[in-house]
Nanobody, 125 residues
Framework: QVQLVESGGGLVQPGGSLRLSCTAS????????IGWFRQAPGKEREKISC???????FYVESVKGRFTMSRDNAKNTVYLQLNSLKPEGTGVYSC???????????????????WGQGTQVTVSS
């Protein structure tokens, strides 16, 4: 079973950038499809981005063009680059790994089995 730990969150001004990391242990992360989630204060957790094992990618429309996922297999890490951050981007960002998956431009269906605890991102002036 893979274990996931997120890092890289913090306080940033609107328009700023952060890079979040999701680092795996216990297994090779390149064997798993990965999703990033955001839970804003008082709202449901939302799936915002996915990357499949063949590197297909999905982004929810609200972050498309501003957020980018990448993998570094040597470091067993998946990144989420957050650019042009908006106040509504505030929330707890978490990553999850799954088994079966279909990830494409317009679709992310992943059977998530492992979850990180999340990292706080606060976008405020």
């Amino acid at each position: 079973q893979v274990q996931l730990v997120e890092s890289g969150g913090g306080l940033v001004q609107p328009g700023g950038s952060l890079r979040l990391s999701c680092t795996a242990s216990g297994s090779s992360l390149d064997s798993y499809p990965i999703g990033w989630f955001r839970q804003a204060p008082g709202k449901e957790r939302e799936k915002i981005s996915c990357m499949g094992t063949t590197y297909g990618q999905f982004y929810v429309e609200s972050v498309k063009g501003r957020f980018t996922m990448s993998r570094d297999n040597a470091k067993n890490t998946v990144y989420l680059q957050l650019n042009s951050l908006k106040p509504e981007g505030t929330g707890v960002y978490s990553c999850a790994a799954g088994g079966s998956s279909i990830v494409a431009r317009n679709m992310c269906v992943i059977d998530f089995t492992s979850w990180g605890q999340g990292t706080q991102v606060t976008v405020s002036s």
